[in-house]
Nanobody, 123 residues
Framework: QVQLVESGGGLVQAGGSLRVSCAAS????????MGWFRQAPGKEREFAAF????????QYSDSVKGRFTISRDNAKNVVYLQMNSLQPEDTAVYYC????????????????WGQGTQVTVSS
């Protein structure tokens, strides 16, 4: 059983930056594709970014491309999401997820989920 714990959320002004982290335990981290998803109040959970097992392939949603960067450290069992140029519409709970599919932007392909961390961007 894989456990995922996010950290690093908080309140930031528009235009600012935050880095959220997700620490994994209980499994072989390097065998999972890792994703970041987000859910704003009243909206469905949506894909933000994923990174392949080795870190060699990354994909972003159009809404975060060019502003967010996903990375991972397989030695430390951690995945990061660096968020720059944050806007109020980025306000959401951010979840990390681990999946065994090679590449996927679908929530249904991720088996393990963290509890989420709140990111709030003020205007």
């Amino acid at each position: 059983q894989v456990q995922l714990v996010e950290s690093g959320g908080g309140l930031v002004q528009a235009g600012g930056s935050l880095r959220v982290s997700c620490a994994a335990s209980g499994g072989t981290f390097s065998t999972f594709t890792m994703g970041w998803f987000r859910q704003a109040p009243g909206k469905e959970r949506e894909f933000a970014a994923f990174i392949s097992r080795s870190g060699g392939y990354k994909q972003y949603s159009d809404s975060v491309k060019g502003r967010f960067t996903i990375s991972r450290d397989n030695a430390k069992n951690v995945v990061y999401l660096q968020m720059n140029s944050l806007q109020p519409e980025d306000t959401a709970v951010y979840y990390c997820a681990a999946g065994e599919s090679l590449y996927s932007i679908s929530t249904s392909d991720y088996r393990y989920w963290g509890q989420g961390t709140q990111v709030t961007v003020s205007s």
